[in-house]
C-alpha cells in the first residue's frame, strides 16, 4: 500500500512539474499576439484558391517557425511546401512545414498541425466582408506556433516532431493531400490535428474532444497525461458530424495512422461558424491557453518515445 502511494505521489509530483513549465512557456500575450495576427483584416480571409489572400499568413507562419530556430522538411529549401492544386486551373498554394529533429528516434515522426486557410471574402454582411477564421482555424494555426516553440525551449523530444501549416483544408484538403504523399506513413507515430479551440466545449472550460476517439488508444494516452490537472480529453460527441473524416488528420488515417483531430467547438451551434463574425472578439483566450497547455503535457509520453498509440484500421475516406 505504502509502494502504491509513493508511486502515485510521484506521478503527481511529475504532473506538477510539466504543468509549471507550460504555464511558464505557454503565455497567454504571445497567443493573443500570434491570433489576432492571423485573423486580422490585413490577412483578407486567407482563401487558398486566392494566392494573395494567403502569402501574408503564410509567410508570417513561416516568420515564427524561422524564429524559433526549426529545421526546414526534407527537400526544401524554406519552410514554404508549394504544390499546384490542378483542381483550381494549376493555382499554386503552400504549407508551411518545420521540423524539430529527435535526440534519440529521430526516424519516429509525430505531427502536430492545423490549417490556417480559410474561406476569404464573401457578401457583405452589414458592411464586412472579411471571413478572417479567427476560430476556424487561427486558433489551431496558433496552437500549432506555440507549441513549437514550447518543444524547442524544453529541447528533449526523443522522436522527430513536425510542425505544419495545412493550406486549402477548405476547399478539398489538397495541403494535407500533397503533404501525406511527401512523407512515409509508417514512420508517422501520431497526429494531432488542432481545429478549432477558441470556445468552450460542451463540457465547459478544460475540456477538448478528440475525433475518432475509438479507432486507436490515441485519446487514452492523452488522458493519462493529463492526470492529476483540471483537464479531461472527450470522445467526440458529435459522431453524426463524421469529423473524423472532415479535416487534414484525414489523409493519414486513411493510410493507418492514428491521426486525430483535437477540438472544442460545438460546432451544431456555433453562431459563427464560416461567417464573417468569425473575429477575435468572439474568442475565450483562456480557453484557447488551456488547450495549447494540455496538448503540450497530453503528448509528452508520445513526444518522449514511452508510449505508442494503436494503428488506425486503413479505411477509405469518407467525405471532406
Request: glycine share 8%; proline share 3%; aromatic share 8%.
Amino acid at each position: 500500500m505504502k509502494k502504491t502511494t509513493i508511486v502515485l505521489s510521484l506521478l503527481l509530483t511529475a504532473t506538477i512539474v510539466f504543468a509549471q513549465q507550460e504555464d511558464q512557456l505557454i503565455t497567454e500575450d504571445y497567443v493573443r499576439q500570434v491570433i489576432t495576427t492571423l485573423a486580422s483584416d490585413d490577412m483578407m480571409g486567407r482563401a487558398a484558391v486566392s494566392p494573395k489572400q494567403t502569402v501574408k499568413a503564410a509567410d508570417f507562419i513561416a516568420s515564427q517557425f524561422k524564429e524559433t530556430g526549426l529545421e526546414t522538411f526534407a527537400g526544401l529549401s524554406g519552410y514554404k511546401q508549394e504544390f499546384v492544386a490542378k483542381e483550381f486551373a494549376g493555382t499554386s498554394m503552400n504549407n508551411v512545414v518545420g521540423v524539430l529533429k529527435g535526440k534519440s528516434k529521430p526516424d519516429e515522426i509525430v505531427i502536430f498541425s492545423a490549417h490556417y486557410d480559410h474561406i476569404g471574402i464573401v457578401p457583405a454582411v452589414e458592411g464586412d466582408s472579411i471571413a478572417n477564421g479567427a476560430d476556424d482555424d487561427a486558433s489551431g494555426t496558433t496552437a500549432v506556433i506555440a507549441l513549437a516553440k514550447y518543444f524547442k525551449k524544453i529541447n528533449n523530444n526523443a522522436r522527430t516532431l513536425v510542425f505544419v501549416a495545412f493550406t486549402a483544408e477548405e476547399v478539398g484538403g489538397m495541403g494535407s493531400r500533397y503533404f501525406t504523399e511527401q512523407v512515409d506513413a509508417s514512420k508517422v507515430i501520431a497526429m494531432f490535428n488542432i481545429e478549432m479551440i477558441g470556445k468552450p466545449s460542451k463540457w465547459g472550460q478544460n475540456s477538448a474532444f478528440i475525433t475518432g476517439f475509438e479507432r486507436s488508444d490515441f485519446g487514452s494516452i492523452l488522458q493519462k497525461n493529463v492526470k492529476g490537472t483540471q483537464f479531461q480529453f472527450m470522445p467526440d460527441p458529435y459522431p453524426e458530424q463524421e469529423l473524423f473524416y472532415r479535416s487534414d488528420n484525414a489523409r493519414l488515417a486513411i493510410k493507418g495512422v492514428p491521426a486525430h483531430s483535437i477540438s472544442t467547438d460545438q460546432i451544431d451551434v456555433d453562431p459563427y461558424y464560416h461567417t464573417v463574425n468569425d473575429e477575435v472578439e468572439t474568442l475565450d483566450m483562456n480557453n484557447i491557453v488551456a488547450a495549447i497547455k494540455a496538448i503540450a503535457l497530453g503528448s509528452k509520453s508520445i513526444v518522449s518515445g514511452e508510449d505508442t498509440p494503436t494503428r488506425v484500421a486503413p479505411m477509405k475516406k469518407k467525405g471532406k
